[in-house]
Nanobody
Framework: QVQLVESGGGEVQPGGSLRLSCAASGSIFTIYNMGWYRQAPGKQRELVAGITSRGSTNYADSVKGRFTIVRDNAKNTGYLQMNDLKPEDTAVYYC????????????WGQGTQVTVSS
């Protein structure tokens, strides 16, 4: 069983920055892929960014160049640095972990609200 605890959400003005954290319990974190999805009101959940156990990353086109995902396996924690935030980034952000041989996330964080508003 893996538990994910998220932190770092909040409200910022357009152009601002936030950093989300996702702390995982259990030693298996180091072999799992992880990342974040987000869900805005009335919209489907979408993948924002992912990172493999070896550090390979992928991003949604809408956040490329603005968001950066990294992981610290020694701390069992992943981070999503979000810069130049836009109102359309407003959503609940959910971190996840995923076994590298399984195509869907296996564990989810509780979600954290990110609001970008002037």
């Amino acid at each position: 069983q893996v538990q994910l605890v998220e932190s770092g959400g909040g409200e910022v003005q357009p152009g601002g920055s936030l950093r989300l954290s996702c702390a995982a319990s259990g030693s298996i974190f180091t072999i799992y892929n992880m990342g974040w999805y987000r869900q805005a009101p009335g919209k489907q959940r979408e993948l924002v960014a992912g990172i493999t156990s070896r550090g390979s990353t992928n991003y949604a086109d809408s956040v490329k160049g603005r968001f950066t995902i990294v992981r610290d396996n020694a701390k069992n924690t992943g981070y999503l640095q979000m810069n130049d935030l836009k109102p359309e980034d407003t959503a609940v952000y959910y971190c996840y972990t995923q076994h590298p041989l399984i195509s869907t996330p296996g564990y989810w964080g509780q979600g954290t609200q990110v609001t970008v508003s002037s």
